[in-house]
């Protein structure tokens, strides 16, 4: 069974950083994508960045651009999220997401998520 464990949420300032991190556990990598997604208070949850099995990404949020990295370790199944110049705008929780298919920005796309993480940008 395909578990998806998040790590790496919390409360920073405005222009902080954070690092998200997510690690798959029960099944073999490298035919699939691997997402992060947002939802934010009264808003619907929003694609972020995706990577392909190939190493290629791809941005959803133009909000993110030039500020958030997306990147990935196939030999610890762990894909990552590198959040600089944090704004309150980013407030919300963010989920990984993978699964048979190739980066969408279409959550249906993707058969399995992790828990949710919690990021507040707040002074």
């Known amino acids: 069974q395909v578990q998806l464990a998040e790590s790496g949420g919390g409360l920073v300032q405005p222009g902080g950083s954070l690092r998200l991190s997510c690690t798959a556990s029960?099944?073999?990598?490298?035919?699939?994508?691997y997402a992060w997604f947002r939802h934010a208070p009264g808003k619907e949850r929003e694609g972020v960045l995706c990577?392909?099995?190939?190493?290629?990404?791809?941005q959803y949020a133009d909000s993110v651009a030039g500020r958030f990295i997306i990147s990935r370790d196939k030999v610890t199944n762990t894909w990552y999220l590198q959040m600089n110049n944090l704004q309150p705008e980013d407030t919300a929780v963010y989920y990984c997401?993978?699964?048979?298919?190739?980066?969408?920005?279409?959550?249906?796309?993707?058969?399995?998520w992790g828990q949710g993480l919690q990021v507040t940008v707040s002074s």
């Open positions: 990577i392909r099995s190939n190493g290629a990404r791809e």
């Open positions: 029960g099944f073999i990598l490298d035919y699939y994508g």
């Open positions: 997401a993978t699964g048979t298919r190739e980066c969408s920005y279409n959550e249906h796309t993707y058969d399995y």
